[in-house]
């Protein structure tokens, strides 16, 4: 089974939207709503192309370069789970021409890697909030059970002996179960992969028994029968998959972990560049084609102030600190 991201209609849509974000955005008749200079805007994605990140990102540029006159060329900087591409970003000068589309899985660095270069919070100004996606406890059928609280009593039937992939270590999907493990004080032994696709042919070959997965990748599996939806991370309830309860109303009151997407720039900016590029944002994430884009994606558009972001970041990170430090995380 291919994972999401190499499908052919995947393949089709980040194709086009390449091209879109590629090409030079200075349209005479455009006025300029960020207030910045003739310089190129390098967008940077810490990412490799075709990760949710990397789709924003050349979803959102063309967007912009229309709102404002300027050029945006989106660069794909992977590696380190993106420490790479964040470290040319807060390094970069913070006059807007640097930006970063992330998720708030960077906001874990410094909790599982020993070595990061910069400060999750102090070293970047939070710009704007772009959307979530909501994850799915996955289990396979062979494990014979239909709802949380099944899963969780079977569990604790057979401590140290149910398996859960996750892409590697200290990923959003890894980090969903630790979760769950530390509030429920379950036993489990995790299988770490290098990337989802190997992750999840074997959670659908059934050689590991649990994983988290995007909604969106996770539903047509279970349509097909090939997989069981347990319950929601987000708390929630997810308008577009009214049937699958949050997991907080099913046997894990406290639970609550959704995976979003924002944009950040290099320390510094000053409040007024913040101010335009929110609302800039803002405005896009109103607009018709971006926002069924997004939803088409498993995007839930979610605008807010820089500020609110900011907040968001910091909260996210204490969250994401107890789990990890309740799970024996160690940076290396």
């Not at 910045?36 to 912009?64: E, H, M, N, W, Y």
């Not at 995790?190 to 696709?197: D, Q």
């Not at 279970?222 to 577009?240: P, T």
């Not at 820089?306 to 970041?313: A, C, F, V």
């Amino acid at each position: 089974m291919q994972d999401a991201a190499h499908r052919p209609e995947r393949r089709t849509f980040i194709a086009a939207l390449a091209a879109g974000a590629l090409l030079p955005g200075r349209l005479p008749a455009a006025q300029d709503t960020l207030g910045l200079s003739d310089k190129t805007v390098q967008v940077i994605v810490p990412f490799t192309p075709g990760t949710t990140p990397d789709l924003c990102a050349r979803l959102f540029s063309p967007k912009l370069a229309e709102q404002s006159g300027r050029t945006f060329v989106v660069e794909n900087k992977p590696g380190a789970s993106g420490i790479i591409g964040l470290a040319a970003v807060a390094k970069a000068p913070p006059d807007g021409h640097t930006i970063a589309f992330s998720t708030n899985t960077a906001l874990t660095l410094p909790l599982v890697y020993a070595s990061v270069p910069f400060d999750v919070i102090e070293s970047f100004t939070p710009l704007a909030m772009l959307g979530s996606t909501n994850f799915a406890l996955c289990v396979h059928p062979s494990l014979g059970v239909n709802t949380a609280k099944e899963f969780i009593d079977y569990v604790k039937r057979h401590p140290g002996t149910v398996n859960y992939g996750s892409p590697g270590k200290g990923t959003f999907h890894h980090l969903c179960m630790e979760m769950l493990v530390a509030q429920l004080g379950l036993n489990m032994v995790h299988v770490p992969y290098k990337g989802s696709a190997g992750a999840t042919t074997d959670l659908l070959a059934g050689h590991i028994k649990a994983m988290f997965q995007p909604m969106h990748v996770a539903v047509p599996h279970q349509q097909e029968k090939r997989l069981v939806i347990l319950g929601a991370s987000r708390r929630e309830q997810d308008a577009a998959y009214p049937a699958i309860p949050p997991l907080a109303t099913v046997g894990v009151p406290n639970y609550d972990a959704d995976a979003w997407y924002a944009v950040w720039g290099p320390r510094g900016m000053s409040p007024d560049l913040v101010t335009r590029y929110n609302a800039a944002f803002n405005r896009l994430l109103e607009h018709p084609e971006v926002r069924a884009t997004m939803l088409k994606q498993g995007m839930t558009p979610r605008p807010m102030s820089s500020r609110e972001l900011g907040d968001l970041s910091k909260a996210e990170y204490a969250k994401w600190a107890e789990v990890t430090k309740a799970a024996n995380i160690l940076p290396e």
